[in-house]
C-alpha cells in the first residue's frame, strides 16, 4: 500500500522561510517524478514544483511564481522530498501537496504537470503566512 506523508507546515511571517517534507512509502521511490502542488482557500489546486531523476542526472520544474524562492529537492536513500521556501508572501498560504507519478517531459525538460499526472497523493500540510 502506498502512503504518502507531507510535513513541515506552519505560520511563518511574510519574508520568512519554511521546508516542507514528503516522504513516500509503498513505491519504488527512485522511479517516480515528484510534484508539490498547492491549494488556496477558494481556488484549484495548482503545480508548485516537481523533480525527477533519470539516472545520475536530477531534473526540476518550478511555477513562474515561485521561481527563484522556492526549492525543491529529493533524497532517495530516504525516500523523502523537500520544498525550501524562502521570502514567503501571503499569496503562497495555502494547503500543500506532495504527489509521485510518472513524470512530464516537454521540451526536453520537466514539466510540472497536472494533477491527473500524479497517481498517489499526500493529505496536506498547511502553510500561513502572516502579515
Known amino acids: 500500500q502506498v502512503e504518502v506523508v507531507e510535513s513541515g507546515g506552519g505560520v511563518v511571517q511574510a519574508g520568512g522561510s519554511l521546508t516542507l517534507s514528503c516522504t513516500a512509502s509503498g513505491l519504488k521511490f527512485d522511479d517516480f517524478a515528484m510534484g508539490w502542488f498547492r491549494r488556496a482557500p477558494g481556488k484549484g489546486r495548482e503545480g508548485v514544483a516537481a523533480i525527477d531523476t533519470q539516472g545520475s542526472t536530477t531534473y526540476a520544474a518550478y511555477a513562474e511564481a515561485v521561481k527563484g524562492r522556492f526549492t525543491i529537492s529529493r533524497d532517495n536513500a530516504k525516500n523523502t522530498m523537500y520544498l525550501e521556501m524562502n521570502s514567503l508572501n501571503a499569496e503562497d498560504s495555502a494547503m500543500y501537496y506532495c504527489?509521485?507519478?510518472?513524470?512530464?517531459?516537454?521540451?526536453?525538460?520537466?514539466?510540472?504537470?497536472?494533477?491527473?499526472?500524479?497517481?498517489?497523493w499526500g493529505q496536506g500540510t498547511q502553510v500561513t503566512v502572516s502579515s
Open positions: 504527489a509521485a507519478g510518472a513524470g512530464v517531459y516537454k521540451d526536453g525538460g520537466l514539466d510540472i504537470g497536472s494533477e491527473r499526472d500524479y497517481a498517489y
